[in-house]
């Protein structure tokens, strides 16, 4: 039987392609009568119900074109042989009618090492000739099942099975844990700890500061009963086959302090101009110290020097503002206290300055003279040790150019590091009501033989909680005040603050026991 372009057309609501319409009309009576009704009998009940069964009877159709084809992958073998190690390659597709397939659905797991091209996207592959490739870096056995999507059908699920043999790849040591630098006191325990991937399994050998430390070659590094020779940068280094001159570990820098260590004396030694006030701060915490303060100006002749202030005086204030007392030339019954703590000596009858306060809290010194000249201004712990102690001193003044800079002297007493927190606060002053203050400080720490610690121009957020640790009002953001925490050991040493632009201008500096 023929049927015309015209016949064919009365179906054009079925929606299927032409030659498979044709082969149904042809095998099905009711489809002609239907054809030749025209279009009012399929909005009939009749009608519907034919559509229904024709869609079926297409459906079925459909697949059963779609089982014609045949399902091909490039290894046939199933499973695919494959060896750690060496190149792995695979290919499959749908061949056959009644149309290729558009894209692949895939679940299951790849052997490690190998990938999708195209890469999968929520386990799809956009294409009809998908391939496998990669070096397979484990053994074992491996299913995946893939299914094949296209206009004229969909395929069923094809398992492709891998089976790969060999040894693990080898691959280089790769840190997942680091180890963690510490802050300890004395006889404390610490274990360093790392952990490490690669293969084979990597052995360890443990360092201190670049150097190897004897048995530790495992993962982990204990410490017992640390003491300040313990202190230092560690670092591990991980070797394997893959990685013979081995992997290192980030730096964990492990720091022991002594929890008894503590400030017990601070010196600034500044020119001052006529009419100008060097103001000396010190807070005690615990309880009561006897503080030893001294302003030393005449007594500087002995060391040669001949621009000393020739009358400095001293005057003490509470957190308050209110004056406590004051002296201008010291009594020599002090003698003694000056002895006891390695000061050096007045002349007698000097006009040095030079007072003895028990303190308890947060206090403020003022020196000035009748005059101008270099003044030094200090400030000592005295007496047993005892629980209470200075836990801050600062000094603020006018920074110059040139060798005219801000120079605070300080002492730590102990056995073991104090860690400090040590501050150059210049723009901030202006939030206090500070004028002409030194827009740029730069912080700089040396200890008695001059060599240079550490220093710090612009501080870092990092610092914040530290401020908060010891009572320090904060620092704007980004500000180009200087500020650093660092552990030393007991010592003298020296802070100085100078305009990191050459800049001039009033700046304090602060030093802070660090919890």
């Not at 399902?71 to 695979?90: C, D, H, M, R, Y």
């Not at 956009?126 to 206009?151: D, E």
């Not at 691959?171 to 004395?186: E, S, W």
């Amino acid at each position: 039987m023929k049927f015309t372009v015209v016949f064919l057309h009365r179906f054009r609501w079925v929606h299927l392609p032409a030659a498979l319409l044709a082969t149904l009309l042809q095998r099905t009576p009711v489809l002609r009568v239907l054809a030749a009704s025209g279009e009012a009998a399929a909005g009939s009940t009749a009608g519907q119900l034919v559509r229904s069964l024709f869609t079926v009877a297409a459906l079925g159709a459909l697949h059963s074109r779609a089982g014609a084809t045949t399902f091909v992958q490039s290894p046939a073998s199933n499973p695919i042989p494959g060896t750690v190690g060496t190149t792995l390659s695979v290919a499959f597709t749908y061949t056959g009618t009644p149309s290729p397939p558009q894209y692949f659905a895939v679940t299951g797991t790849l052997p490690p090492g190998l990938s999708y091209i195209p890469a999968p996207l929520n386990g799809i592959l956009r294409t009809g000739t998908p391939a496998i490739s990669g070096t397979p870096t484990t053994p074992g056995n491996y299913t995946i099942n893939v299914q094949g999507f296209g206009t004229g059908g969909n395929g069923n699920p094809q398992p492709i099975r891998f089976a790969i043999t060999g040894a693990v790849a080898p691959t280089p040591p790769v840190f997942t844990t680091h180890p963690a630098g510490q802050t300890l006191g004395l006889g404390a325990n610490v274990t360093l700890a790392v952990a490490v991937t690669g293969s084979p399994a990597p052995t360890y050998q443990w360092r201190k500061n670049g150097n190897a430390i004897l048995g530790a070659t495992a993962a982990t590094l204990a410490l017992s009963n640390v003491q300040p020779a313990d202190s230092g940068d560690y670092t591990v280094v991980a070797i394997n086959a893959s990685a013979p001159a081995g992997v290192t570990s980030a730096i964990a820098t492990l720091t022991v302090v002594d929890p008894n260590a503590r400030l017990n004396n601070l010196s600034v030694r500044t020119a001052m101009a006529s009419g100008q006030t060097l103001i000396v701060g010190v807070v005690v915490s615990d309880g009561t110290r006897d503080i030893l303060v001294r302003a030393a100006g005449p007594a500087l002749a002995a060391f040669g020097l001949t621009t000393a202030m020739t009358d400095p005086r001293l005057e003490l204030y509470d957190s308050s503002t209110t004056l406590v007392l004051s002296n201008d030339n010291w009594p020599p019954a002090m003698a003694a206290a000056f002895a006891s703590v390695g000061a050096f000596p007045f002349p007698a009858g000097s006009r040095d300055a030079a007072f003895v306060r028990s303190l308890n809290a947060a206090y403020s010194i003022q020196a000035r003279g009748t005059g101008a000249g270099v003044v030094l201004v200090e400030a000592y712990d005295t007496g047993a040790v005892t629980t209470a102690r200075m836990v801050n001193v600062s000094a603020r003044n006018r920074v110059g150019s040139g060798d005219d800079l801000l120079i605070a002297g300080f002492n730590i007493t102990g056995v073991g590091p104090k860690r400090l927190l040590i501050r150059a606060v210049g723009p901030k002053l202006g939030a206090f009501g500070v004028t002409g203050v030194l827009t740029d400080p730069k912080l700089e720490i040396y200890n008695t033989d001059g060599v240079k610690l550490i220093e710090n121009d612009n501080w870092t957020g990092s610092l914040a909680a530290a401020f908060t640790a010891v009572g320090a009002f904060g620092l704007d953001a980004n500000s180009r005040d200087a500020a650093l925490v660092t552990a030393l050991p007991p010592g003298s040493y020296t802070a100085q603050v100078r305009g990191a632009d050459g800049g001039t201008g009033e700046a304090l500096i602060e030093i802070y026991e660090v919890p």
